[in-house]
């Protein structure tokens, strides 16, 4: 199983990748810099090949990068989309040091714009990306993969539902190549907040999530309970089994047949200790299934 947690990057790749095994995890989230700025720290390419030969020792992997939250390629000013592409692209360069990784960011927020605009935005910001990328590197594309999160509908969020996922997904690779370029990764919480009632009907969920965007999108799981009652348009995370969704229904996710083979990532409100007794906890229960 591959399960495991959100970490500080503060100490480095290779530190994240001694408290993952420190904690009983294999896998690993952390922001790609500050999730409140944009500045990241210069990459320590001593720390990203120990890192590499600790995660080949130790069976890490995928790690799973989150974009800042403060990027929005979906933002009514030209300042706020130019840094979201600025971002995105160092994120992309950066990436290509750990290979395999994966790419999470949250497709933004129109702001009064209409969600027809903002995914004409956010296709856009990821066609320009990914063609430059393209062109400087003799026809190849980034080794990470592009993940768009599942959102909740608070605000004005892009990617409330699957359709308008599938949207962008079908706008970006319409203007490149017709290939799988972009991936998703589903949020517990947000899908429960957003009306996709996995307590009751996850074998439905999961049917309409391919019918629209297509099963084999679906690349990593964000395992989170919530405070919030289905279809409340919140997003507010609670610990495993402690919130609306409950232990019994995360289970059925981590177990589901067509999803137990992703890496699912724990962004519950925990401290390591915390992290580690969720991590034991969903490797029990897995294994007693």
């Known amino acids: 199983m591959k399960i495991g947690c959100h970490l500080s990057a503060s100490g480095g790749y290779l530190a994240m990748g001694q408290t993952a095994v420190s904690i009983g995890a294999n896998v690993f989230q952390f922001f790609t810099r500050n999730p409140r700025g944009g500045a990241a720290k210069p990459l320590d390419k001593g720390d990203v090949a120990a890192f590499l030969d600790f995660a080949a020792a130790n069976g890490i992997g995928p790690i799973l990068a989150h974009a800042p939250y403060t990027l929005n390629a979906a933002g009514a000013e030209p300042r706020v989309r130019e840094f979201a592409e600025e971002v995105m692209a160092d994120d992309l360069d950066r990436l290509e040091h750990t290979p395999g990784a994966m790419y999470n960011f949250h497709p933004g927020s129109h702001v009064g714009q209409g969600a027809e605009e903002g995914i004409n935005l956010i296709s856009g910001?990821?066609?320009?990306?990914?063609?430059?990328?393209?062109?400087?590197?003799?026809?190849?594309?980034?080794?990470?993969?592009?993940?768009?999160?599942?959102?909740?509908?608070?605000g004005s969020e892009v990617g409330k539902d699957f359709a308008e996922i599938r949207?962008?997904?079908?706008?970006?690779?319409?203007?490149?190549?017709?290939?799988?370029?972009?991936?998703?990764?589903?949020?517990?919480?947000?899908?429960?907040?957003?009306?996709?009632?996995?307590?009751?009907?996850?074998?439905?969920?999961?049917?309409?999530?391919?019918?629209?965007?297509?099963?084999?999108?679906?690349?990593?799981?964000?395992?989170?309970?919530?405070?919030n009652v289905l279809g409340a348009h919140k997003d507010r995370h609670e610990k495993i089994g402690k919130g609306k969704i409950g232990l019994d229904a995360l289970m059925r996710v981590v177990n589901h047949p067509k999803l137990k083979d992703l890496p699912f990532y724990l962004e519950t409100p925990c401290d390591l200790q915390g992290y580690r007794d969720e991590i034991a906890l969903i490797k029990k229960m897995r294994s007693a299934s």
């Open 167 to 227: 949207a962008i997904i079908d706008r970006t690779e319409s203007s490149l190549l017709p290939v799988p370029l972009v991936g998703v990764c589903l949020d517990t919480c947000h899908v429960w907040d957003g009306g996709y009632d996995i307590v009751n009907d996850l074998d439905g969920v999961l049917a309409e999530f391919d019918r629209i965007v297509g099963l084999d999108r679906l690349k990593a799981i964000h395992l989170n309970d919530s405070m």
């Open 125 to 154: 910001m990821l066609v320009r990306i990914l063609g430059r990328w393209r062109d400087a590197h003799g026809g190849k594309l980034p080794s990470t993969t592009i993940l768009l999160e599942t959102m909740s509908g608070k």
